[in-house]
């Protein structure tokens, strides 16, 4: 009989599925976002602008990845804090557990949309309540953050946050292709369709025009910034 551990491991191995779609076929275009929980300005972009792309076809040619850790700090004694405390660091581990859970986009997004949504209006306690939302269950998820491994989970992210270069100066941080958009990252439909090499979405046509007419600045003060803390 397998171990509690391994059974545990097992069943948080990623799905591995075969992409025969044509968006595939070409080669969807890598979009990574680095975002904490319970930065405002990361639950608007997760709501207000990542959630479009699944309505509007730019889903097919990207290949979302979240990586919910942030501006959050690792200990020498391998402690973590985050900018937002306690509680975002609960969030972060239980949207990676959800993400490692369910590795495809178009499963575990709608809980991450619903746990923002919940930030956004200062209601974060009720993230439970997002499981009978997307009908996820819950027991999974609550067997992942109880055993740690939501935790080791978001080491790897921290490893993987603190390795970006240049280095990410706020949150969200979006990352196309390997180009980071910096505080144009509102834009970053206009970066998916502008790289993608197979037929594009309807809605990307004139949107390679709204990288010069938008200013570097569009995403303005709508960050949080690495260096602040708030406890």
């Known amino acids: 009989m397998a171990s509690p551990t391994l059974a545990l491991l097992l069943r948080l191995a990623p799905l591995v599925l075969l992409c025969l779609s044509p968006a595939c076929a070409a080669g969807r275009v890598t979009v990574s ?38 501006n959050g700090r690792v200990s020498a004694d391998g402690s973590i804090t985050c900018q937002h405390g306690e509680d975002e660091c609960q969030l972060n581990a239980i949207e990676a557990c959800v993400i490692r859970l369910w590795p495809n986009a178009e499963q575990h997004f709608p809980f991450i949309h619903c746990v923002e949504h919940l930030a956004l209006t200062r209601k974060w306690d009720s993230w439970q309540s997002c499981f009978q939302e997307t009908g996820l269950p819950s027991q999974p998820v609550i067997d992942c953050y109880n055993s740690g491994y939501g935790r080791q989970l978001e080491m790897q992210y921290a490893a993987e946050t603190n390795a970006l270069q240049p280095p990410h100066q706020f949150v969200p941080w979006v990352v196309v292709n390997g180009k980071p958009l910096g505080e144009d990252y509102m834009n970053f439909e206009a970066y998916i369709c502008s790289v993608y090499d197979g037929k594009l979405p309807e809605v990307c046509k004139g949107k390679h025009l709204a990288i010069a007419q938008h200013t570097k600045a569009s995403g303005g003060d709508k960050v949080c910034p690495v260096s602040k803390i708030i406890s």
Do not use: H, Q, W
């Open 33 to 70: 976002v680095y975002y904490e929980t319970l930065c405002p300005f990361c639950s608007a972009f997760v709501v207000n602008d990542l959630a479009r792309i699944f309505n509007n076809g730019v889903s097919s040619i990207a290949d979302l990845r979240l990586v919910p850790f942030g």
